[in-house]
């Protein structure tokens, strides 16, 4: 297996300019919800990192993750794998098939033991001895535990693989469960969504390679800069729901206008995600933006929290003073951090120091 | 049949949401300080949440200047100062076509516009290397 070259030398030799390279960052800031500015410093760091070793192993799943991560379109597939990562082994995607396959991946946990990456999509069914899903002769189970041995860190992709997801929906005839019930002993971060968006995917690997480290997770495991906020609080239509505007069918006025559409069942309250600003298919839109509420596929067992058009059970009252107390929540994270790094990073802009990544760590 | 018997109108009334002007606001506040201390800075517009209308709306109230450029690099880069000199709209594209970042640059001229030491060694490698094939 070739050595593992860096970025700067790997598109040096594709003849790849240095402005297209901070191009790139420049898209990789937007992406990670990173200061804007910050695309210089992205690009000293990205550009020395030596390309690690991607295992992905896909479980109980239905590929519609690795469906959403080949549309990704910031930066393409091709740059991701072929620039970012050493994809060493993916079954859906790589040439090699059968026991050369297998063997790449055998090959890769040896040579890059206690360093490799490993993704993870779809659950991992326990019920009698994991016989509903096996590769190449070998239960779900059994690949993930010796998979998991020697990774650096776990990325579950999607909510299946992150809570269970919908193989975990009643009456869950093949005892699903996520990786995170089964793994214990390494870092894991839930990248969650049915499926995920694909910009989210790409930008923990990117923040994985710049900072050397997994973002900020939330109580869920899931990276704060992409699940920090809800879809409500995001979303274009929230005016209308301060302003107690709501449509109230699929068709009345109300819906023709743009309003809310809350009373027709959207879980954006109480589901965290970016899709209302990072949006889908090449930014052109987003569920709500297409005038239907949203189903909540990024939270834990949203199969099974009643239907997609019910209300959520709170009035909107409480709604209301629950998202009062989440804003309030949210601008004293916001106090903390302009206490702590952003200080720095203003200093450094008044006295018009360059950015570094150490600055957007707050060291 | 008029247009009027068609029940389907056009919300016209979003603008009235206030988030163009916030950010108009915000531009002139990061303008001032560019003339004051020669602070350039960016905002993020795709993390803004913008209903297609008020995005227009945005591109409206900025309307175009005088100057423009393109880059032709992994997809095309769109930049163009606005109607207000030093801000700059900035829009990189991918390959395929998608906006990859949308953003607004005060500056002078926008960052990436400027040619990089690493590619302006480069080309002076190639340049030596011509030369020398032509000796």
């Given at each position: 297996m070739k050595e593992h070259e860096t970025l700067e030398q790997r598109l040096h030799e594709q003849g790849v300019s240095r402005r297209s390279f901070l191009k790139f960052c420049a898209a990789m800031a937007t992406m990670m919800a990173l200061p804007p500015g910050s695309a210089t410093a992205i690009a000293a760091v990205l550009a020395k990192v030596k390309r690690p070793s991607v295992i992905w192993l896909s479980f109980q799943e239905c590929t519609g993750c690795t469906e959403s991560l080949t549309r990704s379109h910031s930066p393409t597939l091709e740059s991701l794998i072929f620039d970012m990562v050493s994809l060493d082994y993916h079954h859906t995607l790589q040439a090699a098939s059968g026991h050369a396959a297998e063997q790449a991946r055998e090959d890769a946990m040896k040579e890059f033991h206690g360093q490799y990456l490993l993704l993870v999509d779809g659950s991992i069914p326990l019920k009698d001895g994991g016989v509903y899903s096996t590769i190449a002769g070998r239960t779900n189970l059994d690949m993930l535990q010796e998979a998991a041995e020697g990774a650096a860190a776990i990325v579950a992709v999607g909510s299946c693989a992150a809570f269970g997801g919908l193989p975990n929906a009643q009456p869950n005839p093949t005892g699903a469960v996520a990786v995170s019930d089964i793994i214990k002993d390494k870092p894991i971060i839930n990248i969650s969504g049915c499926p995920?968006?694909?910009?989210?995917?790409?930008?923990?690997?990117?923040?994985?390679?710049?900072?050397?480290?997994?973002?900020?997770?939330?109580?869920?495991?899931?990276?704060?800069?992409?699940?920090?906020?809800?879809?409500?609080?995001?979303?274009?239509?929230?005016?209308?729901?301060?302003?107690?505007?709501?449509?109230?069918?699929?068709?009345?006025?109300?819906?023709?206008?743009?309003?809310?559409?809350?009373?027709?069942?959207?879980?954006?309250?109480?589901?965290?995600?970016?899709?209302?600003?990072?949006?889908?298919?090449?930014?052109?839109?987003?569920?709500?933006?297409?005038?239907?509420?949203?189903?909540?596929?990024?939270?834990?067992?949203?199969?099974?929290?009643?239907?997609?058009y019910t209300p959520l059970p709170a009035p909107a009252a409480?709604?209301?003073?629950?998202?009062?107390?989440?804003?309030?929540?949210?601008?004293?994270?916001?106090?903390?951090?302009?206490?702590?790094?952003?200080?720095?990073?203003?200093?450094?802009?008044?006295?018009?120091?360059?950015?570094?990544?150490?600055?957007?760590?707050?060291? | 049949m008029s247009l009027d018997d068609i029940s389907i109108k056009v919300a016209t009334d979003l603008n009235s949401i206030g988030s163009v002007d916030a950010l108009l606001?915000?531009?002139?506040?990061?303008?001032?300080?560019?003339?004051?201390?020669?602070?350039?800075?960016?905002?993020?517009?795709?993390?803004?949440?913008?209903?297609?209308?008020?995005?227009?709306?945005?591109?409206?109230?900025?309307?175009?200047?005088?100057?423009?450029?393109?880059?032709?690099?992994?997809?095309?880069?769109?930049?163009?100062?606005?109607?207000?000199?030093?801000?700059?709209?900035?829009?990189?594209?991918?390959?395929e076509g998608d906006v990859i970042a949308d953003l607004i640059e005060i500056a002078a001229v926008p960052a990436i516009l400027h040619s990089q030491p690493e590619d302006v060694r480069d080309g002076l490698e190639r340049l030596q290397h011509t030369l020398s094939q032509n000796k």
């Open positions: 995920p968006i694909p910009a989210v995917i790409t930008g923990v690997l990117a923040h994985y390679l710049t900072f050397g480290a997994l973002p900020a997770l939330d109580d869920q495991g899931r990276p704060k800069a992409f699940y920090g906020e809800t879809i409500h609080d995001r979303c274009y239509r929230r005016p209308f729901y301060d302003q107690g505007k709501f449509a109230k069918t699929f068709d009345d006025e109300g819906a023709r206008n743009g309003w809310c559409l809350y009373e027709l069942g959207c879980k954006g309250p109480t589901t965290h995600n970016a899709c209302a600003t990072t949006k889908w298919n090449g930014g052109a839109g987003f569920p709500i933006e297409a005038g239907h509420g949203c189903l909540g596929c990024s939270e834990p067992k949203f199969w099974d929290v009643g239907s997609f409480d709604v209301t003073a629950f998202a009062q107390a989440a804003a309030l929540a949210g601008a004293a994270a916001a106090v903390v951090l302009s206490t702590a790094d952003r200080a720095k990073q203003r200093r450094a802009q008044r006295t018009r120091q360059k950015l570094t990544v150490s600055d957007l760590k707050g060291e | 606001n915000e531009i002139a506040t990061r303008l001032a300080r560019f003339i004051d201390t020669d602070e350039t800075s960016m905002i993020d517009l795709k993390s803004l949440p913008f209903s297609p209308d008020e995005y227009e709306g945005l591109r409206t109230a900025l309307g175009r200047g005088e100057a423009s450029a393109r880059l032709e690099t992994i997809g095309d880069s769109e930049l163009y100062e606005t109607h207000y000199p030093g801000v700059w709209w900035v829009t990189h594209y991918n390959v």
